[in-house]
């Protein structure tokens, strides 16, 4: 099992870009330097990696930073879990960017992955709490 956070602010996966001059399609440098952080939180963490074969779970919560004119009664609301963050970036984009930067590396492909849980929170610290394993 590969359990891990990603601290400071999250950067949901970018549409690739088309370069009109050149013709060249290419990945934002937002995106591309957030996988990079991604893999890099990994790799120190678990220096001897060795990517999963078999089936794979992966579960991702992103606590992102409560906005600064939250009213007090949404504050509370936060506290008892009643209410989420839905602001940008999109779930979807978060999942995309983590599987993305973790492919090849924490697993062979993903297509691997058979099951998958995300969420989204509020916290003070903006941050990505990853766990991959295999089942």
Same mark, same amino acid.
């Given at each position: 099992?590969?359990?891990?956070?990603?601290?400071?602010?999250?950067?949901?996966?970018?549409?690739?870009?088309?370069?009109?001059?050149?013709?060249?399609?290419?990945?934002?440098?937002?995106?591309?330097?957030?996988?990079?952080?991604?893999?890099?939180?990994?790799?120190?963490?678990?220096?001897?990696?060795?990517?999963?074969?078999?089936?794979?779970? =992966? !579960? *991702? $919560?992103?606590?992102?930073?409560?906005?600064?004119?939250?009213?007090?009664? +949404?504050?509370?609301?936060?506290? @008892?879990?009643?209410?989420?963050?839905?602001?940008?970036?999109?779930?979807?984009?978060? =999942? !995309? *960017? $983590?599987?993305?930067?973790?492919?090849?590396?924490?697993?062979?492909?993903? +297509?691997?992955?058979?099951?998958? @849980?995300?969420?989204?929170?509020?916290?003070?610290?903006?941050?990505?709490?990853?766990?991959?394993?295999?089942?």
């Amino acid at each position: 099992m590969y359990e891990f956070e990603v601290i400071g602010e999250i950067k949901g996966k970018a549409r690739p870009r088309l370069n009109t001059y050149t013709g060249h399609i290419y990945t934002m440098k937002g995106t591309a330097d957030y996988e990079n952080l991604v893999r890099q939180y990994f790799i120190i963490k678990y220096p001897k990696y060795v990517p999963f074969e078999n089936r794979v779970h =992966v !579960k *991702i $919560i992103a606590y992102l930073k409560m906005p600064k004119n939250m009213t007090n009664k +949404n504050k509370k609301l936060v506290e @008892e879990g009643v209410l989420s963050p839905v602001k940008k970036p999109d779930i979807d984009n978060i =999942v !995309k *960017i $983590i599987l993305d930067a973790l492919n090849k590396i924490a697993f062979k492909d993903d +297509n691997q992955i058979t099951k998958l @849980e995300i969420e989204k929170f509020y916290a003070e610290e903006e941050k990505v709490y990853i766990k991959i394993e295999e089942y």
